[in-house]
């Protein structure tokens, strides 16, 4: 069993401390050291960005990718589309529609709602964010939940760094971390 477990170690499916990679075959395994962390690019609930046009500038790219790999609770990726035909047919399964006729709430009452719909969706969920021009009535009214950022008008590059942000919010709450504050 040592050299299996230290196998699926070396393989990077879990992150092994120091002393366990060093330790001989024969050691029992309760008394060698784990790190609790573990890191599976699969495990966990999976949150889809899905907005049309792609971020071009550079310090949004690093944004998005810095609350990308603050997120453990949750894997955040990022979809973009062409056009509005598209993002029709990426608003399949569990969704969040983001407009600005759509619900507002504090950042505590999204947590509460992005893990209700993550539990409802069954590990998946996502968000859609309109174009300039803003949603198609399709999925204004396709019966998905409405929610809105707040009451000014946000560009779809900057809505998806705020909607990535209170994600990451959210999980602290869940967590019990002292980044949120009220």
């Not at 792609?54 to 609770?73: D, I, V």
Request: glycine share 8%.
């Amino acid at each position: 069993l040592g050299g299996m477990l230290r196998h699926v170690l070396l393989s990077g499916l879990l992150l092994p401390s120091a002393a366990l990679l060093s330790a001989p075959l024969s050691a029992p395994l309760a008394l060698l050291p784990f790190r609790t962390r573990v890191t599976c690019p699969n495990c966990g609930p999976r949150v889809r960005i899905v907005s049309v046009g792609k971020t071009k500038e550079a310090w949004l790219q690093q944004a998005l990718a810095e609350y990308t790999k603050r997120l453990r609770m949750v894997q955040l990726e990022y979809t973009w589309v062409r056009d509005d035909t598209a993002l029709i047919a990426e608003a399949k399964g569990p969704c969040i529609v983001l407009d600005e006729r759509g619900k507002l709430c504090s950042s505590a009452e999204f947590s509460e709602l992005l893990f209700a719909a993550i539990e409802e969706g069954g590990s998946r969920l996502s968000f859609i964010i309109g174009a300039a021009d803003g949603l198609p009535a399709e999925l204004r009214n396709g019966g998905h939940p409405l929610l809105s950022l707040g009451r000014m008008t946000l560009t779809h590059q900057m809505a998806r760094l705020l909607l990535a942000e209170q994600i990451y919010r959210a999980c602290e709450i869940r967590r019990g971390s002292k980044y949120h504050r009220e």
